[in-house]
């Protein structure tokens, strides 16, 4: 009896969903580094609660423009192309991040990078789910997804190491 599901298809390359949950760990990370950070970054700058607000929304608002249009990119220069697009744009910024001189600039940074973020989203839930059995498909996009909360638990996790230490 022959197979009716195509060869790559059988299984679910295991380097896709490295790859795809590598990236929605950075987006966790991300989110999650911020608020870690955000006690230091309101002494330093002395933010008030509405301006630390505004500034961690920059990123979310990012997100969500991103994972509106990524659609029309990935069209036009196919998924793969896009993907590596949008982990190569947010990488960038938010080493960028590092760098920023002020709250406002900071802001920005994070938006732009929000939006190579909430790229990633959706292209890396595509990639997954294709690559996956059709029976282990919403599995297979679990644990991919997975990363998300890896990614934050690492963000706290260094921020109690380095902080202290390094401020």
Same mark, same amino acid.
């Given at each position: 009896m022959t197979s009716s599901i195509s060869p790559r298809r059988e299984r679910l390359p295991l380097g896709v969903m490295a790859i795809c949950?590598? $990236?929605i760990a950075f987006d966790?990370?991300?989110?999650?580094v911020y608020g870690t950070?955000?006690?230091k970054l309101r002494d330093e700058w002395g933010l008030t609660s509405g301006q630390a607000g505004n500034v961690g929304s920059a990123a979310l608002v990012?997100?969500?423009?991103?994972a509106l249009v990524v659609g029309t990119f990935a069209s036009r220069w196919g998924?793969?192309?896009t993907f590596l697009a949008c982990v190569a744009w947010f990488s960038i910024l938010m080493i960028l991040c590092a760098? $920023?001189?002020g709250p406002e600039v900071f802001a920005v940074i994070r938006f732009l990078a929000g939006i190579g973020l909430?790229?990633?989203m959706p292209l890396a839930a595509a990639f997954t789910?294709?690559?996956?059995?059709r029976d282990r498909a919403a599995v297979a996009y679990v644990i991919m997804q997975s990363g998300y909360p890896v990614g934050g638990v690492a963000a706290s996790l260094l921020a109690k190491w380095i902080i202290p230490g390094f401020s």
């Open positions: 949950g590598s $990236a966790g990370y991300d989110i999650v950070t955000l006690s990012g997100m969500f423009l991103g998924r793969k192309r760098a $920023a001189p909430g790229g990633v789910t294709e690559f996956a059995p």
